[in-house]
T-cell receptor, first 112, second 115 residues
Framework: GDSVTQMEGPVTLSEEAFLTINCTYTATGYPSLFWYVQYPGEGLQLLLKATKADDKGSNKGFEATYRKETTSFHLEKGSVQVSDSAVYFCALSRSGYSTLTFGKGTMLLVSP | GAVVSQHPSRVICKSGTSVKIECRSLDFQATTMFWYRQFPKQSLMLMATSNEGSKATYEQGVEKDKFLINHASLTLSTLTVTSAHPEDSSFYIC???????????FGQGTRLTVV
């Protein structure tokens, strides 16, 4: 079956550091890939997405590229802020947004 | 963006009692809603797909008599955990798909603790 593997957290960074959260997936065909973010006390919010190979999703300074050859969708940001502290979930879907398969989530903690 | 409201955010109940969790789409009509469960340090696992006006579709291994789902209107789905036991303690989160946007929006989640 489909699965998503993302790096264990927490990831602890200082403000303005470079961020990478790794995500790899297993799925047949060509799934859509997503990154969701969950801020403390809030629901999951879609951060970015990519629907086909070599697509780059980007939002709020975050970006991730759909790499079919390595089955990866790593999340990156050049300079993190304290306000980026949250839990980040990588996910895939083979039917649009309907049913999502999630990774375990990675907590990011950014200190001033 | 669209908002999905989930209530309550936290609930503590005694073993053997039932707990109802509500999921509302506030500014769109959701013909389909989804219920997920998350164990500590685990992925969100899809429990069931809730369809307005029809029976929910449960994932393999999810007891439909234990986790009752009702989707009586286009803006409300409820999950009732019946005869709760400590092993039902978990984080439950719903999502609703906005058919006009295609995107799924998530509620804030409910932390259930059964004592």
């Amino acid at each position: 079956g489909d699965s998503v593997t993302q790096m264990e957290g927490p990831v602890t960074l200082s403000e303005e550091a470079f961020l990478t959260i790794n995500c790899t997936y297993t799925a047949t065909g060509y799934p859509s890939l997503f990154w969701y973010v969950q801020y403390p006390g809030e629901g999951l919010q879609l951060l970015l997405k990519a629907t086909k190979a070599d697509d780059k999703g980007s939002n709020k300074g975050f970006e991730a590229t759909y790499r079919k050859e390595t089955t990866s969708f790593h999340l990156e940001k050049g300079s993190v802020q304290v306000s980026d502290s949250a839990v980040y979930f990588c996910a895939l879907s083979r039917s649009g947004y309907s049913t999502l398969t999630f990774g375990k989530g990675t907590m990011l903690l950014v200190s001033p | 963006g669209a908002v999905v409201s989930q209530h309550p955010s936290r609930v503590i109940c005694k073993s053997g009692t039932s707990v109802k969790i509500e999921c509302r789409s506030l500014d769109f009509q959701a013909t389909t809603m989804f219920w997920y469960r998350q164990f500590p340090k685990q992925s969100l696992m899809l429990m069931a797909t809730s369809n307005e006006g029809s029976k929910a579709t449960y994932e393999q291994g999810v007891e439909k008599d234990k986790f009752l789902i009702n989707h009586a209107s286009l803006t409300l789905s409820t999950l009732t955990v019946t005869s709760a036991h400590p092993e039902d303690s978990s984080f439950y989160i719903c999502s609703a798909r906005d058919p006009t946007q295609g995107e799924a929006f998530f509620g804030q989640g409910t932390r259930l603790t059964v004592v």
